[in-house]
Structure formats: structure tokens, C-alpha cells
């Protein structure tokens, strides 16, 4: 059983930046693929990137691109998602996963965190 716990959230202005940590829990982080997702108020969770177990594949939404960095550090138990130049429609819950592969379909992780409050202000 894997528990995820996602943390760094708050509320930001615009152009602001932000570190979202998700630590997991258990002996075999490093044997899952994590990915990060978002849900804003009144919409579906979408993907927003994801990181293959050892760190070497790397995937995001268009949206993001260029702008969130999706890193690990296995021997800490830890992944990270970097957003730079946040903008309003950034805002959501970030939901930290944990799965086989680096997908970006929510059915492709097993294990959910509890999610994170994102919030930029304009």
C-alpha cells in the first residue's frame, strides 16, 4: 500500500512561482512512475506531468509546458512539480499519483494523494 501526501501549496499572485512535494510512503517508491494532476472548480482532473520511475522520461500538458518541471529524488522518497510564471487558470487542487507508467490518463495510477491548494491571484 502506498499513502501520498502532497504538500507547498498556497496562494501566490501571478507570476509567482511554487513547489508542490509529494512524499510517499512505502519501500518501493522508486518502482512507480508518479504524475501530477489538477482540478480546477467546476472541471474535470486533468494531467498535468508526469515522471517515469527513474526519473529518465518526463511528460506534460500543453498548458504547462515550458513553464512546470516535474523531478525526483528516490533516495528521499520525494517528487517534485516546479511551477514557474503562474497564471489565474493555474489555479486548482494539485493531486499527487503513483503507477506503472508515466501516463497521463488517471486510470493509469493506482495509488492518490489527499491534493494540494493552488491559488493565483491576478
Known amino acids: 500500500q502506498v499513502q501520498l501526501v502532497e504538500s507547498g501549496g498556497g496562494l501566490v499572485q501571478a507570476g509567482s512561482s511554487l513547489r508542490l512535494s509529494c512524499a510517499p510512503s512505502?519501500?518501493?517508491?522508486?518502482?512507480?512512475?508518479m504524475g501530477w494532476f489538477r482540478q480546477a472548480p467546476g472541471k474535470e482532473r486533468e494531467f498535468v506531468a508526469a515522471i517515469s520511475w527513474s526519473g529518465g522520461s518526463t511528460k506534460y500538458a500543453d498548458s504547462v509546458k515550458g513553464r512546470f518541471t516535474i523531478s525526483r529524488e528516490n533516495a528521499k522518497n520525494t517528487v517534485y512539480l516546479r511551477m514557474n510564471s503562474l497564471k489565474p487558470e493555474d489555479t486548482a487542487v494539485y493531486y499527487c499519483a503513483a503507477g506503472d507508467g508515466a501516463g497521463t490518463e488517471e486510470h493509469q495510477y493506482d495509488y492518490w494523494g489527499q491534493g494540494t491548494q493552488v491559488t493565483v491571484s491576478s
Open positions: 512505502g519501500r518501493f517508491f522508486s518502482l512507480y512512475a
